[in-house]
């Protein structure tokens, strides 16, 4: 009890009085969310809706300048943002001139205050889920795995493949294909191995894909758009690690195709354990909604 209230106390003193500013961003529509502390509580919640061609920086840019000079007297103490901006001086200065006293401008790398920007992306997140009715855990999924592999927005079209033989004979192919954090199953494809003899998982995985591959270059120069290789991944995950990652991008390479692609590194168990992407393994909480989309696509390839 003399813990949590400690704790209350420094949650109370962080946020006295700030706007908690995060944003997401789903097929190419951005929500910035604010949360506002006022008085220690939580005062008020919105959320602004942005379709535009730009980075989050550029965003989160417009929609600071436009909020707070139409809002110059609502304008808090501290304004904790998700990500830093460029020039920040000249944030605080500007909004210090809207707000006709100091203002401070707060970006949190560990701690408390990261907690609470959480819960603005949060926010964020489940609002957008709303509008593409989807659950806000799909967003988070999407929005985490974009994150730890650095790309430039969420992935929302995700093709996986596996191999898999009995004794060594009946070769085949599995892709499955994940979109909006759904598995999408009309899309999924098995692959009967045709060129390989043996239990050759490297060599089978290269003819799966350039089958698959090589089709969708065929249907875009036709304009045939009938069937789902015509549509291109936003990101291709193998079952494995570094060997499955180079045969795919050697395979791409031959194509002049360029499409992210990672490995899911199983441990001694068999159990997903991170991705494997640029040539570094990268870990991935096991509580996360990320994690726990990776570990349903890998058990639907293998199925």
């Given at each position: 009890v003399t813990k949590a209230g400690e704790t209350q106390k420094i949650m109370d003193a962080a946020l006295e009085e700030a706007d908690v500013i995060a944003m997401a961003e789903h097929m190419g529509t951005q929500c910035?969310?604010?949360?506002?502390?006022?008085?220690?509580?939580?005062?008020?919640?919105?959320?602004?809706?942005?379709?535009?061609?730009?980075?989050?920086?550029?965003?989160?840019?417009?929609?600071?300048?436009?909020?707070?000079?139409?809002?110059?007297?609502?304008?808090?103490?501290?304004?904790?943002?998700?990500?830093?901006?460029?020039?920040?001086?000249?944030?605080?200065?500007?909004?210090?001139?809207?707000?006709?006293?100091?203002?401070?401008?707060?970006?949190?790398?560990?701690?408390?205050?990261?907690?609470?920007?959480?819960?603005?992306?949060?926010?964020?997140?489940?609002?957008?889920a709303i509008r593409f009715n989807r659950t806000g855990r799909e967003v988070q999924a999407l929005e985490e795995l974009g994150a730890v592999l650095g790309l430039p927005q969420p992935p929302q079209y995700i093709e996986a493949y596996d191999i898999s033989n009995t004794n060594g004979v009946e070769s085949v192919g599995s892709m499955v294909v994940f979109e909006d954090g759904r598995s999408k199953k009309n899309d999924y494809r098995r692959f009967k191995i045709k060129t390989v003899k043996g239990p050759d998982d490297y060599a089978s995985m290269k003819e799966v894909l350039t089958r698959r591959f090589s089709r969708a270059i065929v249907e875009q120069s036709e304009g045939d758009s009938k069937t789902s290789f015509s549509k291109l991944p936003d990101i291709i995950l193998m079952d494995g690690g570094r060997g499955q990652v180079n045969i795919c991008l050697k395979v791409l390479k031959e194509l002049n195709l360029h499409i992210p692609v990672a490995g899911m590194v199983k441990d001694d168990t068999h159990s997903t354990r991170g991705l494997y992407y640029n040539n570094v393994e990268m870990p991935i909480s096991t509580r996360s909604e990320g994690f726990k989309l990776i570990t349903r696509i890998q058990d639907e390839a293998h199925r």
């Open positions: 910035v969310s604010i949360l506002r502390y006022r008085g220690r509580r939580l005062f008020d919640k919105e959320t602004f809706f942005f379709q535009e061609n730009a980075s989050r920086e550029e965003v989160m840019d417009s929609y600071l300048t436009q909020y707070y000079e139409h809002h110059r007297g609502e304008i808090p103490k501290n304004i904790v943002l998700e990500f830093a901006m460029p020039d920040p001086e000249m944030y605080e200065q500007l909004f210090t001139n809207f707000a006709g006293r100091r203002v401070h401008i707060t970006v949190p790398q560990r701690g408390m205050l990261c907690q609470f920007v959480q819960l603005s992306r949060n926010n964020a997140n489940e609002e957008l």
